[in-house]
């Protein structure tokens, strides 16, 4: 009996579209069954790549790569275009991976939601913070109630080089028209932690700087945030690459924090009853959870049925947030209440 083969299609065939073939065509992290067949981009050179190098059939119509009999998509595209392809490919009802942001507009994500609902398609976000096991371990001490009510958020990502001024020109920075701008592009992921931690947001409101010169295009941002739970939060970001993060929630019972040690990142947790002098006990997250991906996820829904936890209705939330925060930014700092994005 032949082996079903589960065919892929990449839309956008950038750096994250070629990793991505990589380990599923040569590297076959997921397995001999699964194949990624063609891909689209709207770069002569991209295209060019696909076919010569990795033997894809390749097209600049995302309408002919849809048409290819396709069991799974990757939108790894740039973000001007993810609203689009996530469209096309929820009315075609292949189950896809969605790079964040969904979209540049959250009209846009909700056209796109309300496809992906009618159509009944499964989608991941790669939102990959959700994936890492110290993330997963704060949600399950949170939805177990050991925090109590909960106070407060605190996510903040240092980076520490990569500005416009230094002689950076990150893609994100230099084209916001097509990214969304530093907020809607990578801030996003930590405002994805906090309203998959605290809950619904009420207002927000963020100051932000930059070197970039004749454009708004934020490059140091510090965000406060209202939660409907009465919760409140702060996010804290800047460009350029990834050097340390810390994130810590508080409640009326305790809270816990990330660490790093033994070459992994923990967490330190402080209950009522707890000792109040001392070091903070210390969880390691992997004792309960693996760590994963976004792929894995989707390949294991297309092979075995299932449903995602990382979809793009909450990638809509997210956004909705991220939004709200870009405004109040390019207002000045004023409080923008979420319901007002439309």
Partial sequence: MATKMYRGGVFGFGEMGQEATTRINFDRWYGDDVQIVGVCDRGKEKLKLAEERFG???????????AMDLDFALVTSTTVAHAEHGLMLAEAGVPMLMEKPIALSYAQGKAMCDAVKKHKVETVVNYGRRFDPAMRKMKSIIDEGKLGR???FDGAIYRGVGVY?????????VEPEESGGWIVHHACHTVDIAWWFMGDVEEV??????TVPGKFSEEVLMGHLRFKNGAIGQIFDTVGGVKGDNTAVVGTNGGI???E???ARLINIRLTGDRDTGPARVLDPRETHKHFDATTMLIKIVKEGGKSDVTVHDALESLRISLAMRESAMSGGKWVKVSSIK
Avoid at 56 to 66: G, N, Q, W, Y
């Fill in 56 to 66: 894809l059939k390749a097209s600049k119509d995302p309408r002919e790569l849809v």
């Fill in 150 to 152: 909960l106070l407060s």
């Fill in 165 to 173: 001024e230094a002689g950076y020109r990150h893609r994100a920075v």
């Fill in 205 to 210: 409101s963020t100051m932000t700087l930059s």
């Fill in 257 to 259: 924090r990330t660490t």
């Fill in 261 to 263: 040690g033994a070459g």
